[in-house]
Structures are given as C-alpha cells and as structure tokens.
Nanobody, 124 residues
Framework: QVQLVESGGGLVQPGGSLRLSCVASGSIFKINDMGWYRQAPGKQRELVAAITRGGITNYADSVKGRFTISRDNARSTVNLQMSSLKPEDTAVYHC??????????????????WGQGTQVTVSS
C-alpha cells in the first residue's frame, strides 16, 4: 500500500506565498507523473501543475508564472511553491501520484494515488 501525506496549506493574504508538500510512503518501486489538483466550492477539480519523472512540467494557464512544481525522486516528494496568490486560488489542493508498486507476486503494477487534501485560503 501507498500513503500520501500533504502539508503546507493555510490562510494567506493576497499577494502572499505558500509551499505545499506531498510525501509518499509504502511499497514504492517508482513514481512516474506527479501533480497537484485543486477543487473550489461548487467547481470541478482542476489540474494546477504536473511534473514527469524526467522533470517536464505543465501548468494551468491561471497559475503560470506564479506557481512552481518540483519533485525529489529520492524522497518520493512533490512540492508546489505558490506565489502572488489571489483569492481565486482558494481551494482544497490534492496531490496525485502515479505509483508503480511490486506485488507479492513480484509483478509491477501502476495506480493513481490521491492525497487527503489541504485547504488553501487567500483572503484579506
């Protein structure tokens, strides 16, 4: 089994910064894509940023130039540095990892895993 633990959310004023982290643990063979999604009240979950194992990144247009995603493969961690935050960034942020695990039959399998979510509130 794989567990994801997120941290770093909170309340921040407009223009402020926050850093989110997501650490994976368990029977991990390898982690491929990592990403952050968010869901605001009454809205659908949307992709914020993603990063491949090789470091190629992808951002939602609304966060380009303000957010930076990074990963540490050795520590099974993905981070999201958020700057110049706006009220419209308020949402619950979830990390999403595609994790390859090795079963007791020694076969490799890939699955999507989600973090429990961390609240980010941008308000004065």
């Amino acid at each position: 089994q794989v567990q994801l633990v997120e941290s770093g959310g909170g309340l921040v004023q407009p223009g402020g910064s926050l850093r989110l982290s997501c650490v994976a643990s368990g029977s991990i063979f390898k982690i491929n894509d990592m990403g952050w999604y968010r869901q605001a009240p009454g809205k659908q979950r949307e992709l914020v940023a993603a990063i491949t194992r090789g470091g190629i990144t992808n951002y939602a247009d609304s966060v380009k130039g303000r957010f930076t995603i990074s990963r540490d493969n050795a520590r099974s961690t993905v981070n999201l540095q958020m700057s110049s935050l706006k009220p419209e960034d308020t949402a619950v942020y979830h990390c999403n990892l595609y994790v390859i695990t090795r079963g007791t039959d020694y076969l490799l399998r890939g699955n999507d895993y989600w973090g429990q979510g961390t609240q980010v509130t941008v308000s004065s």
